[in-house]
């Protein structure tokens, strides 16, 4: 059983704590600048709220700079280790919601200022998380390409956006007649990538600065 979380809304349209990732977004969609962060229990949660965002917000590993100018060299220049200090709010937000993993898959895609669900996909009998961050970003931008879109495509799994720099999955996940659905649109999103060129930016999603990202299911 997943571990329950806490949601703590420094700023937002109703600053408090919150028990619910569906509550927490009721509260920071549609709102500019909102700062907000899951704890592992409510006590984390409160010290946090009295502590203030201050705190608290952009406070993760990727942040530490201890060793000096000697620090940026552990960052890679590929594609996928791109992040940002700041929302590109103009983009869309891809994430995954699974139930196991292996098993049925759906992704789902929505913009990242609104919350408004652009495309959804599933459930897929049996796959793989990673699989379905993967299938998401390409979908994502399949559909940007067609309507000629340069938004920013934002996911927070580090795997699928090697994999897609790659342009292949590298996945223990057998083909059989179980797993015959994700392994066509996977050979169809490689064909799609073989044969397609695109600007849009695939940045990684900083869960720690930024909460959830906006595509999140709710069922961690």
């Not at 809304?9 to 927490?24: L, N």
């Not at 996928?80 to 700041?86: A, F, G, I, L, Y």
């Not at 990673?130 to 994502?140: K, M, P, S, W």
């Not at 996977?186 to 073989?194: E, M």
Request: net charge positive; with cysteine.
């Amino acid at each position: 059983m997943a571990k329950k979380k806490y949601y703590v809304v420094w700023v937002g349209k109703k600053p408090g704590i919150y028990s619910s990732w569906a509550d927490c977004q009721a509260q920071t969609n549609h709102f500019d600048k909102a700062k907000f962060k899951s704890f592992e229990s409510r006590e984390q949660a409160e010290k946090a709220y009295r502590d203030g965002w201050q705190h608290h917000w952009g406070k993760g590993k990727v942040n530490k700079t201890t060793n000096g100018p000697s620090n940026r060299k552990t960052t890679s220049s590929r594609p996928s280790d791109v992040t940002s200090e700041k929302i590109d709010y103009n983009s869309i937000s891809v994430d995954v919601g699974t139930r196991g993993n292996p098993g049925p898959v759906e992704y789902q895609g929505v913009d990242t200022r609104t919350g408004e669900v652009i495309f959804s996909y599933g459930p897929i009998s049996k796959g793989t998380n990673n699989l379905g961050e993967f299938l998401a970003i390409v979908h994502a931008l399949a559909y940007l390409k067609k309507i000629g879109s340069n938004k920013t495509v934002y996911t927070d799994s580090r795997n699928a956006m090697i994999w897609l720099e790659k342009k292949a999955v590298s996945t223990t996940l057998k083909r059989d007649e179980s797993t015959a659905e994700i392994w066509e649109l996977i050979d169809r999103a490689h064909d799609w990538l073989r044969h397609n060129t695109y600007e849009n930016k695939v940045l990684k999603w900083e869960t720690k600065k930024w909460g959830e990202i906006k595509a999140d299911y709710g069922r961690k």
